[in-house]
């Protein structure tokens, strides 16, 4: 039986939820032209979109703003986060930004030059966006055992080290600017990255002289998962696992919505390279403003400062990954299909499995998860063809890989009933799925159209 590990906090503050009846959802997603990004989240119940800034807060956190320092110029808040930062990771130099985007933004165009060719794991999607707008291509060289859903691998985040050679050999080691690790691994499904995998890559990287960035945005999670799964690693800190994966890299780019529990935050970290240092920071006084804010309020550096040390509690994490694992297990007890084993921060539910008549071009993944919004007002989201843009130049369709819908699990923030609702709703929604027909597109954007984009459904 699915184990459910309680929570190491109780609630202190709530937020209602609005319930909603059928037809007042079935009228909300038509309204919202079939696409779930264009839904009120007042008709949501269950918000499960991203786990990107919709975490809850603690107290301390709370009470940590109260104490923002909203100067210009040096603030104390800014020290405080500066402090924390050291701790964690024990490098030199670290610069806020407004989000994970923006920390791309100020770093890559000083690494990849027009021509070049960035190497991960897997990019993120902004941050192949980054990569492109420096003028680079994004190459990923993930671990074939990402792509296998139904198989077990303690690490099916890493880095396919021997293509990643291959890769450099390939292309020549002048034309690649960066190899970037993901941890966790987003794109494969928040699947971790081995400490032993990150090692190698570091030799790899410093074997061909190419800077090694970590995009560190689940570096806790990935932490924790090291700590559970890698031989000789569980009596460890997670804190010293942290700063092991970030012992042999140059420089990491940071999304702190995610394990820095806070609502809006970023950071860039440099271990040593000044003369880089200096470089990003000349694009962060136009794009995010003076260094010591970097786009966010003092009272926001407080909040991330205090998120950054809560955000490593091995209590919380084995909670939060404990909510992820569990929702998947209560799934596959009720026969439905999804990834194993799950990653830290989503489960992904094999649409192609439950909705086999729906083909590519359809959206099986999307459909899913309108039709679980319309039962159960749970929002979640394609990952799978609905998010891969139609080719340029032909306007064809590609297919992906793997038809997901994905449901993410925003930090403290759901209960044990929530996610019981979310299983048995998708579990009804798949006992009546032949009557999904799937949607087509009735007006879509050139380039990440999912989000705005226009459907209909086949009748
Ligand atoms: C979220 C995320 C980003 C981008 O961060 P934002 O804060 O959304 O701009 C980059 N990389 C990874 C792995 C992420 O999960």
Redesign the pocket.
Known sequence: MARYLPEPYRIKMVEPLRVTTKEERSAAIRKAHYNLFGLKSDDVYIDML?D??TGAMSDRQWASMMMGDESYAGSRSYYRLMDVCDELFGWKFYQPV???????HVLFPHLIKKGQVSISNM?????TGHVTLAGGKAVNSVVPEAKDISTYHPFKGNMDTERLVELIEMYGREKVGMIVM??????AGGQPVSLANIRKTAEIARRYGIPFVI????FAENAFFIKEREEGQSDRPIGDIVRDIFKDADAF??????DGLVN???LVGIREDEELFRKARSLVVPYEGFVSYGGLSGRDLDALAVGLIEGIDEDFLRSYIGQTRYLAERLTELGVPCQLPAGG?AVFVDARAILPHVPYDRFPGHSLCVELYREAGIRGCDVGSFILDPDPETGEQPEAEMEFSRFCIPRRTYTQAHLDYVATSLQKVMADSERVKGFRIVKQEKVLRHFTAELEPYE
């Open positions: 991203t990107s800034g407004h989000q994970g985007r923006a920390a791309e990019h993120f999607d902004t941050t993901t941890v966790t691994c987003n794109s995009d560190a945005a689940r780019t940071m999304s702190a919505k995610k809006m935050g970023g921060h």
